[in-house]
T-cell receptor, first 113, second 115 residues
Framework: GESVGLHLPTLSVQEGDNSIINCAYS??????FIWYKQESGKGPQFIID?????DKRQGQRVTVLLNKTVKHLSLQIAATQPGDSAVYFC????????????FGRGTSLIVHP | DSGVTQTPKHLITATGQRVTLRCSPR?????VYWYQQSLDQGLQFLIQ???????AKGNILERFSAQQFPDLHSELNLSSLELGDSALYFC??????????????FGPGTRLTVT
């Protein structure tokens, strides 16, 4: 079956830098996407979502970009802080109104002070 | 603290056994979601309940079942356990869950070990 994947398993950045975490999705019928953050020993935490009728959405220090042409999703974190160190997952949801997400494997973000 | 509680925190049991995991959603949240997270499969959506009714079903095995009670807490029942069922099981809740944003709040998880 189709799946969501991440380009880089580990991303190391310096504190204060901007981070970009990428995600490729393969199902063109997906119309809803979510980014989650999971810190060690904790449950996932919803960060931001975006629907396919948008190509950009901003939150607090985070921006999600959606490129439907190449089926690519990215999460940008501005002024990365040590507290941002975690595994980040993207998830895609097929259209149809129901919530049945497929998750990527995750990217580990390491922020060095 | 997300406001979602899960019990027990850890569970160790033998193959063939049956266990029940419990979840209490955030106050006011009507939807409950169950997920399984394992090293080989990653995070997988199992099932969603909304106000007591099953709303969506993902990769949930027939040996697994869930329900949401009138007080909105939910239980995930895992039976005929196999070694491969060892995983973290997360519960999440959201205010709605029928459309729009599926912003969810996750509990701390139950770590199930099947020996």
């Amino acid at each position: 079956g189709e799946s969501v994947g991440l380009h880089l398993p580990t991303l190391s950045v310096q504190e204060g830098d901007n981070s970009i975490i990428n995600c490729a999705y393969s199902n063109s019928a997906s119309d809803y996407f979510i980014w989650y953050k999971q810190e060690s020993g904790k449950g996932p935490q919803f960060i931001i979502d975006i629907r396919s009728n948008m190509d950009k959405r901003q939150g607090q220090r985070v921006t999600v970009l959606l490129n439907k042409t190449v089926k690519h999703l990215s999460l940008q974190i501005a002024a990365t802080q040590p507290g941002d160190s975690a595994v980040y997952f993207c998830a895609e949801n097929l259209s149809g109104g129901s919530y049945i997400p497929t998750f990527g494997r995750g990217t580990s973000l390491i922020v060095h002070p | 603290d997300s406001g979602v509680t899960q019990t027990p925190k850890h569970l160790i049991t033998a193959t063939g056994q049956r266990v029940t995991l419990r979840c209490s959603p955030r106050s006011g949240d009507l939807s409950v979601y169950w997920y399984q997270q394992s090293l080989d499969q990653g995070l997988q959506f199992l099932i969603q309940y909304y106000n007591g009714e099953e709303r969506a079903k993902g990769n949930i095995l027939e040996r697994f079942s869930a329900q949401q009670f009138p007080d909105l807490h939910s239980e995930l029942n895992l039976s005929s356990l196999e070694l491969g069922d060892s995983a973290l099981y997360f519960c999440a809740s959201s205010v709605s869950g029928t459309s729009g944003s599926y912003e969810q709040y996750f509990g701390p998880g139950t770590r199930l070990t099947v020996t």
